[in-house]
Nanobody, 125 residues
Framework: QVQLVESGGGLVQAGGSLRLSCAAS????????MGWFRQAPGKEREFVAA????????YYADSVKGRFTISRDNAKNTVYLQMNSLKPEDTAVYYC??????????????????WGQGTQVTVSL
């Protein structure tokens, strides 16, 4: 069984930064794509960022491009999301996920087969 545990969320003022971590156990993630998604109250879960298994390719939602950076440390079985210049509209529960056997766009929830429990990020004015 794969477990993903997110950490690093919290309350921050607009313009501030947070670094989220997602530690995986039960599967070596080095061969899999990893993604970050978020869900705000009353809204659907949306894609934030993703990274291929090699770390050579990264993808971002337009709303976070230039502010967020996804990275991975395969030796630590961990993926990170550095979030800078945070805005109130970034407030959401952030989830990490590991790609399953389906191929396809890493911005699509359906290619992921395991999800973390989420970590709350709140950005105040």
């Amino acid at each position: 069984q794969v477990q993903l545990v997110e950490s690093g969320g919290g309350l921050v003022q607009a313009g501030g930064s947070l670094r989220l971590s997602c530690a995986a156990s039960g599967r070596t993630i080095s061969s899999y794509g990893m993604g970050w998604f978020r869900q705000a109250p009353g809204k659907e879960r949306e894609f934030v960022a993703a990274i291929r298994w090699s770390g050579g390719s990264t993808y971002y939602a337009d709303s976070v491009k230039g502010r967020f950076t996804i990275s991975r440390d395969n030796a630590k079985n961990t993926v990170y999301l550095q979030m800078n210049s945070l805005k109130p509209e970034d407030t959401a529960v952030y989830y990490c996920a590991v790609q399953g056997p389906r191929s396809g766009s890493l911005s699509y929830t359906g290619v992921y087969d395991y999800w973390g429990q989420g970590t709350q990020v709140t950005v105040s004015l």
